[in-house]
């Protein structure tokens, strides 16, 4: 892989830095609704299921939270199903660089290699918070408490992910396995790029392009570069606090008031960040194209 400093170095007589053919105001029906059904699957039907079925019906303490949460992850699942296909299904145009075809390899080989870097987190994530359902939903009295954590732990798991990929990022210690199109033995990207890359490619339908494009971008645009790491630093630091503030509120608010903030909070948070981010990702991107502009012009 060549370095920034040479791919800047190729590119700067380009009037603009590497395209990104990928645009969001396309798709804004898609994504709100989307978005839609992950907040009513994931927070609103949590507190109005359990409310509901605790003070509208006859039903014990574990029946309510039983119910409550196994008509829970619809969507999630969905997504995790529909997305594993369009990576391993043979006329993928969204894996990684590198992932090789059924034919050129076992069973078990071919699915490794093709799963990227956020399929692997989310699939961590579900184990953890399946294990949380499973083992609250057992006892004859729930620990409601522990029924509260489900996103508090997808924070863990993701701000805990990125925060160890940061660590080797700034320690220069090399990845002992590919990180999505990253191969292995590299110094990993900053954490958030992995899955903007995944996330993009394969379920906002960039494919293969998007992936190379954004590698692109990458290494040809400083700008570009530093953007990613204050980003990635803005979301783990974020999570961690987020689901560490959750935890605190979980186990001391009284019982019915910690479950709502349990299943509400950690989206609350993560719609102000996305914000945020929006915001400050158009600010860079402006920033980019001018100072850019400006290099161009100066080598002439």
């Known amino acids: 892989m060549s370095s920034p400093v040479t791919s800047a170095a190729s590119v700067l007589k380009e009037p603009h830095p590497p395209p990104l053919d990928y645009s969001l105001h396309t798709r804004k029906l898609t994504i709100t609704l989307f978005w839609s059904l992950v907040v009513i699957d994931s927070v609103f039907m949590p507190i109005a299921l359990y409310f509901g079925l605790q003070y509208g019906t006859s039903l014990d303490d574990n029946a309510v939270l039983s119910i409550t949460m196994a008509a829970l992850g619809g969507v999630s699942l969905i997504e995790y199903i529909y997305r594993t296909w369009r990576l391993v299904n043979r006329k993928s145009d969204c894996r990684c660089s590198g992932a090789k075809r059924h034919h050129r390899t076992t069973t078990d080989q071919a699915l490794i290699q093709q799963l990227d870097w956020f399929h692997w987190c989310f699939t961590l994530m579900w184990v953890f918070v399946l294990a949380e359902l499973i083992y609250g939903t057992t006892p004859t009295l729930p620990p409601m408490r522990l029924l509260s954590m489900p996103l508090a732990t997808v924070l863990y798991t993701f701000g805990t992910i990125m925060l160890v990929v940061d660590a080797m990022r700034y320690l ?62 803005f979301w783990w630091i974020g999570a961690e606090l987020v689901a560490t503030l959750t935890t605190a509120l979980v186990f001391t608010l ?27 990702a158009k600010r860079e991107l402006r920033r980019e194209a001018k100072q850019w502009s400006e290099e161009v012009d100066l080598g002439r």
């Open 172 to 233: 220069r210690i090399t990845i002992p396995f590919p990180l999505s199109s990253q191969p292995r033995g590299s110094v990993p990207r900053p954490a958030i790029y992995p899955y903007i890359e995944d996330i993009v490619a394969v379920d906002g339908g960039g494919g293969a392009t998007y992936r190379k494009q954004l590698s692109d971008r990458y290494e040809a645009s400083p700008i570009f570069r530093a953007m990613l790491s204050k980003l990635s630093l």
């Open 254 to 280: 009284p019982k019915e008031p910690a479950y709502v903030v349990g299943w509400s909070l950690p989206f609350l948070w993560a719609g102000i960040w996305t914000a945020a981010t929006i915001w400050y």
